[in-house]
């Protein structure tokens, strides 16, 4: 059974970088789509990005791309989001979700395997 744990989160000012963690465990990654996720109060949950099985296709939400970047380790069995040039509106609960053999889809119906979320909290 798949586990994910995120990790990474934390308080930064506006234009800072973060990278988030998403550490796998129970099986191989290289196995899973992999998708990253948000959810500000009292919004619904979207796709930030997300990769397809073997990496055959990447996938930005239009807010983010051009300053987020997703990638996988699979010696450490982890895939990353780097966050740059963070702004106030990406403050939310980020999570890592992942599906076996799936496509790099911005849909969290896709996925069936969750993290349990970490905060990220952009503000001067």
């Known amino acids: 059974q798949l586990q994910l744990v995120e990790s990474g989160g934390g308080l930064v000012q506006p234009g800072g970088s973060l990278r988030l963690s998403c550490a796998a465990s129970g099986s191989t990654l290289d196995d899973y789509a992999i998708g990253w996720f948000r959810q500000a109060p009292r919004k619904e949950r979207e796709g930030v990005s997300a990769?397809?099985?073997?990496?055959?296709?990447?996938n930005y939400a239009a807010s983010v791309k051009g300053r987020f970047t997703i990638s996988r380790d699979s010696a450490k069995n982890t895939v990353y989001l780097q966050m740059n040039s963070l702004k106030p509106e990406d403050t939310a609960v980020y999570y890592c979700?992942?599906?076996?053999?799936?496509?790099?889809?911005?849909?969290?119906?896709?996925?069936?395997?969750w993290g349990q979320g970490t905060q990220i909290t952009v503000s001067s």
């Open positions: 990769f397809s099985y073997r990496i055959t296709s990447t």
């Open positions: 979700a992942a599906r076996k053999y799936g496509s790099s889809s911005l849909s969290s119906t896709h996925y069936n395997y």
